[in-house]
């Protein structure tokens, strides 16, 4: 491993543009969509209303509803899932706008960012602030056109390159240290020297 003390790696300096800023918003958005299994709720859409017919339809069998009354029950308890279902995703939706247009301004400002793969590991600076996720807390990195998108630490931390960013045969330079690195959790014995 080269010397901790050395500043060697990969360095780029770049303002992200609107569209790099929301391909930004919207990979987070699906990467944190996909750690929230919407599963049971989809499972409540689809059973909901089956599970309302059987009820129904034991309460006529039980003598509790006249077979006449039941289509009106029926429709009336499936109107009333339906719409309860919706009212309940209601702040679901709220909650998700509000975090798209807090992450759009993080990464819409224009502001001059700066990025660096060092032996410490992936650091990433604006004008008010500095984050360095250390390689073992890297988890991996993707191009997402036009972005080279490196995930840390937890589901939403993420650390864009623009691909523009890139001079020649840095992009998979870059993305063989990355996964070098996220492989063994310390930078690999000459993958950071220049």
Request: charged fraction near 25%; aromatic fraction near 10%.
């Amino acid at each position: 491993m080269a010397d901790p003390d050395e500043k060697h790696g990969l360095s780029f300096g770049f303002s992200l543009t609107d569209g790099e800023a929301r391909r930004c918003v919207r990979a987070l958005s699906a990467r944190r969509s996909a750690s929230v299994s919407g599963a049971p709720f989809f499972l409540g859409l689809v059973l909901g209303v089956p599970v309302i017919g059987l009820l129904v339809w034991l309460a006529v069998g039980l003598g509790y509803l006249v077979r006449l009354e039941a289509r009106s029950v029926l429709i009336a308890a499936a109107l009333a899932y339906f719409a309860g279902f919706f009212v309940a995703q209601w702040p679901f939706r709220r909650a998700r706008r509000r975090l798209a247009r807090d992450l759009y301004r993080q990464y819409v400002s224009g502001e001059p960012r700066h990025v660096e793969l060092t032996n410490e590991g992936v650091s990433s600076q604006t004008s008010d602030r500095r984050t360095l996720y250390r390689w073992t807390a890297v988890e991996g990195a993707e191009i997402d056109e036009p972005l080279l998108l490196i995930w840390a630490g937890a589901a939403d931390s993420l650390v864009p390159v623009p691909l523009r960013a890139f001079k020649d045969g840095e992009r998979d330079r870059a993305l063989e240290l990355i996964k070098q690195c996220t492989r063994a959790g310390v930078p690999v014995e000459g993958t950071l020297s220049a």
